[in-house]
């Protein structure tokens, strides 16, 4: 499973960003994707999950700003993230993992993916 994420960019707080995430090569019918988050000197954080059910979860920190949707014929995951915030700058990283319990356990603590994208910067500063 290849994962490549874009749509990372500098902005003023209040401002939004919609995330893009690719995803190929899975090959069953369960999976879960994610987006994470790491700011310099914090722990990575679950930020979004969706498996193919369109189950989806957030972190509390991020509920009713980000809202996580795929689109499953351009094998794309996207995140739209309103109203941000200065804290919510960090390197996002998009991740995915197929299997039965993947899709199962799917949520923002689930970190067991098994391929990671390389990352894109979001800043929100004035």
């Known amino acids: 499973v290849h994962v490549v994420e874009s749509g990372g960019d500098s902005v003023q707080p209040g401002g939004s960003l919609r995330l893009s995430c690719v995803v190929s090569g899975i090959t069953l019918n369960n999976y879960c994707l994610g987006w994470f988050r790491q700011a310099p000197g914090k722990e990575r954080e679950g930020v979004a999950s969706i498996n193919n059910d369109g189950e989806t979860d957030y972190a509390h920190s991020v509920q009713g700003r980000f809202s996580i949707s795929q689109d499953s014929a351009k094998k794309t995951v996207y995140l739209q993230m309103n109203s941000l915030k200065p804290e919510d700058s960090a390197m996002y990283y998009c991740?995915?993992?197929?299997?039965?319990?993947?899709?199962?356990?799917?949520?923002?603590?689930?970190?067991?993916?098994?391929?990671w994208g390389q990352g894109t910067q979001v800043t929100v500063s004035s």
């Open positions: 991740a995915a993992d197929q299997g039965p319990g993947a899709s199962w356990n799917c949520d923002t603590r689930y970190d067991e993916h098994d391929s």
